[in-house]
């Protein structure tokens, strides 16, 4: 199936550098979504993006949807060991129940912090 | 509020066994989604429920039957069991397609 092309694969950082990873396509989508796999658990939802060129901030955790509707970003400042995990982006194309209206998840970033 | 809630969360077959993985969802979502995750592999959907009373399949459904049993619960059967099933499966829900999904904690399914 169509998948995001998330980038990079993994990360392997020093303990509070900061963190950038993307997501692109080639279709637009109306709504981003960040989520945070912890090991042995299930994806958590960090931020939701509905509108392009949206910025939103969730702690250290910043999220902007692209001007184009086909990529989006993911920040992390001062990153800590609790970071680590895979973090996953997921696209939508409509926000309603319209036939054929499924999220599309990317291949996710592996984060490793080295304390 | 327990969100999304997955039983068993572990599981070992043999080949060939047939089970049943259960989800349930208290957050009166309409949508309703099984995953399976595979190193390196991502998540792939097997079978979604867009509503109550009505399933589709996802990206890889052979193998598996889903029952949407209610608003609450869709479950997820494995007929006959094969070691290429083995795997971690998500249950997840959303208030409609296509929107936010809310995952479980995921059962980790090993078939011998």
């Known amino acids: 199936g169509q998948q995001l092309n998330q980038s990079p694969q993994s990360m392997f950082i020093q303990e509070g550098e900061d963190v950038s990873m993307n997501c692109t396509s080639s279709s637009i989508f109306n709504t981003w979504l960040w989520y945070k796999q912890d090991p042995g658990e299930g994806p958590v939802l960090l931020i939701a993006l509905y509108k392009a060129g949206e910025l939103t901030s969730n702690g250290r955790l910043t999220a902007q949807f692209g001007i184009t509707r086909k990529d989006s970003f993911l920040n992390i400042s001062a990153s800590i060991p609790s970071d680590v995990g895979i973090y996953f982006c997921a696209g939508s194309k409509s926000i309603y129940n319209n036939a054929g209206n499924m999220l599309t998840f990317g291949g996710g970033t592996r984060l490793m912090v080295k304390p | ?112």
């Not at chain 2, 259960?22 to 009166?28: E, F, L, T, V």
């Not at chain 2, 429920?49 to 996802?58: F, H, L, Q, R």
């Open chain 2, 1 to 112: 509020n327990a969100g999304v809630t997955q039983t068993p969360k572990f599981q070992v077959l043999k080949t060939g066994q047939s089970m049943t993985l259960q989800c349930a969802q208290d957050m009166n979502h309409n949508s309703m989604y099984w995953y399976r995750q595979d190193p390196g592999m991502g998540l792939r959907l097997i079978y979604y429920s867009a509503s109550e009373g009505t399933t589709d399949k996802g990206e890889v459904p052979n193998g598996y039957n889903v029952s949407r049993l209610n608003k609450r619960e869709f479950s997820l059967r494995l007929e006959s069991a094969a070691p290429s099933q083995t795997s971690v499966y998500f249950c997840a829900s959303s208030p409609l397609r296509g929107t936010e999904a809310f995952f479980g904690q995921g059962t980790r399914l090993t078939v011998v």
